[in-house]
């Protein structure tokens, strides 16, 4: 990788703070969380870039534009409830276009080797907003707008997204359910909300075998992750060689988190980056993470530092531990990439 590709850049904006949402999970103090943690450590070596609002032609390019003016007549009137759990405040669309623009700025930044990894640490997350429905506290779908950006405006032809967010990614995956352009790989708790993501739901037509999902059972650990990672995820991106890799990071997984009951540590989230950064490496493809869900403040500050290190240093994850979830994912998935076996 080029000299400029050891740059580290670390995305964020005020507006973030501005999305109120009340007595919240998904609150401003998981911003504030992060930042005082990694302050803490002159922010790990990553330079820090204000993030700017998406263009609306970008954001647009996923969501309608009704559907897009709807969530900004609600914040403009004053906010409201928009699904039974995903809230709207004053501040909520101007935090939604800086959350959408940070992942697409870091795709330009990724793409033009101005960076090797950005991290984008701000909210609302976006993973389950799918293109004219807010929900699962998410209001556009960020990494989705990211993506679809790098094809369309940034020339790329491949585009892999790994999702390790312990809820299933079903805005991401619908949006590119029917395209090859895309490789959306999961792991995620089930049965947990949103309730979508079985193994057995693959994508159609020309995406057929392009949509990995990789449900784990609740009390799934570090072991069942990398093995999934080693045996599953780096062999299918290697067969597929994206020429950008964006991470959908949610730290709901983890062991202290309240709404969900996998059992990552902070160490495993670094373990799964530095494997992304040396991904990045061997296949001279850029690396970025997208902040989604992670309630416990402390689990989810300390995972996002382990984060940063990790793909500061690229380190290949080595597992043949093969439980039943690593077995069922390699007999259906080698169906379409039968060099699995």
Do not use: K
Request: charge should be negative.
């Amino acid at each position: 990788m080029g000299e400029a590709l050891d740059r580290y850049v670390y995305l964020h904006h005020a507006s973030s703070l501005e999305h109120d949402t009340g007595a919240h999970p998904e609150c401003a103090a998981r911003i504030e969380a992060i930042e005082c943690r990694l302050e803490r450590d002159d922010w790990l070596g990553f330079d820090r870039e204000q993030a700017p609002a998406v263009a609306r032609e970008t954001l647009e390019a996923v969501h309608p534009a009704p559907y897009v003016d709807s969530i900004e007549s609600i914040a403009r009137s004053g906010g409201g409830m928009l699904d039974m759990d995903t809230i709207a405040s004053s501040g909520s669309f101007d935090a939604a276009l800086h959350s959408a623009g940070a992942a697409v700025h870091a795709v330009d930044l990724l793409i033009e080797r101005q960076a090797g990894v950005a991290f984008c640490a701000l909210r609302p997350p976006g993973h389950h907003a799918e293109p004219a429905q807010s929900m699962g506290f998410c209001l556009f779908n960020n990494v989705a707008v990211a993506a679809q950006h790098a094809l369309t405006q940034e020339g790329m032809e491949r585009v892999l997204v790994l999702d390790w967010d312990v809820h299933h990614g079903n805005g991401t995956n619908d949006i590119f359910y029917g395209t090859d352009s895309v490789l959306y790989i999961s792991i995620h708790q089930s049965p947990l909300y949103p309730g979508t993501g079985a193994v057995e739901d693959i994508g159609v037509g020309d995406g057929e075998g392009f949509t990995v999902n990789l449900p784990v059972p609740a009390g799934s650990g570090e072991a069942t992750y990398l093995s999934l990672f080693a045996q599953v995820i780096a062999p299918i991106a290697r067969l597929y060689r994206p020429q950008l890799l964006l991470v959908s990071a949610g730290y709901d997984a983890h062991r202290d988190d309240p709404l969900a009951d996998c059992e990552l540590t902070e160490e495993s989230y670094g373990a799964l980056a530095s494997g992304m950064r040396a991904l990045s490496d061997e296949l001279d493809a850029p690396l970025g993470f997208v902040l989604e869900g992670g309630y416990d403040l402390n689990a989810l500050s300390e995972a996002v530092a382990t984060t940063m290190r990790g793909a500061q240093r690229p380190q290949a994850v080595i597992s043949d531990g093969r439980d039943e979830t690593v077995g069922t994912a390699l007999e259906h998935h080698g169906r379409w990439w039968p060099d699995l076996a």
